[in-house]
């Protein structure tokens, strides 16, 4: 009898340790996936429109960045984006004909004297009180214009894709270093792609 309670005591024991183990392992994976999705950007919708003689591309984005990065622009770290755009004619039994590809870079950095936060876009340059004000103009594209009407002809069918993501490259080497499989600067949009009906009219 004294060996069968000291057993079922060891038991519960053990459960309420394993039960205290598997607690903290899920708590540390919500606190990982947490921590990955914190730096993120996505696009949420893309169009093409007429303008003049050429077609302008509008996007609106998702962006945040991860405490790590905003301490890092903070502290005077310069952000260089790539903006990427590319529009095809799909071929089905061949590779697809490329008909322009094109590249925004766009810069974002804090000035320590004026304590603004300044934008750089083709040559443009915006400047802000907050980065949140910043994040907000960085996560809209308007009138890029990408495409000139002479470079579509009527009755084929085009694809356009759209990506945007931070330029590592361009990050000090101390910073690179760190950046290599860090999640909160793997700042990467997914690949947003679609069919322009402006383009087949």
């Known amino acids: 009898m ?3 309670k000291n057993a079922r005591l060891f038991n519960s024991l053990l459960a309420r340790v394993f039960k205290a183990f598997l607690l903290l392992f899920l708590l540390f994976l919500w606190s990982a996936s947490s921590h990955a999705a914190s730096s993120n950007m996505h696009i949420r919708n893309a169009d093409l429109r007429p303008d003049g003689e050429v077609y302008s591309l509008d996007a609106d ?10 301490e890092a622009v903070n502290k005077g770290v310069v952000l260089h984006f790539l903006v ?15 008909i322009v590809t094109k590249t925004q870079n766009v810069s974002l950095s804090y000035h320590a004297l004026t ?3 300044l934008l750089m876009r083709e040559g443009r340059q915006q400047s802000y009180d907050t980065l949140l004000e910043a994040k907000l103009e960085l996560a809209e594209v308007r009138d890029w214009k990408v495409l000139e009407k002479s470079q579509i002809e009527k009755g084929e069918s085009y694809r356009a894709a759209l990506m945007m993501r931070l ?3 361009k990050l000090p080497k101390a910073i690179q270093v760190n950046a290599i499989g860090a999640e909160e600067w793997a700042l990467t949009s997914q690949k947003y ?9």
Do not use: G
């Not at 792609?193 to 009219?201: A, G, I, N, Q």
């Open 115 to 117: 304590r603004q936060y």
């Open 193 to 201: 792609e679609w069919m322009p009906k402006e383009l087949s009219k």
């Open 84 to 98: 990427e755009f590319q529009v095809v004619s799909p071929r089905k039994y061949w590779f697809d004909d490329e």
């Open 61 to 70: 984005l998702d962006i945040r960045f991860d405490e790590d990065v905003e």
């Open 167 to 169: 330029d590592q490259a």
């Open 2 to 4: 004294h060996c069968c």
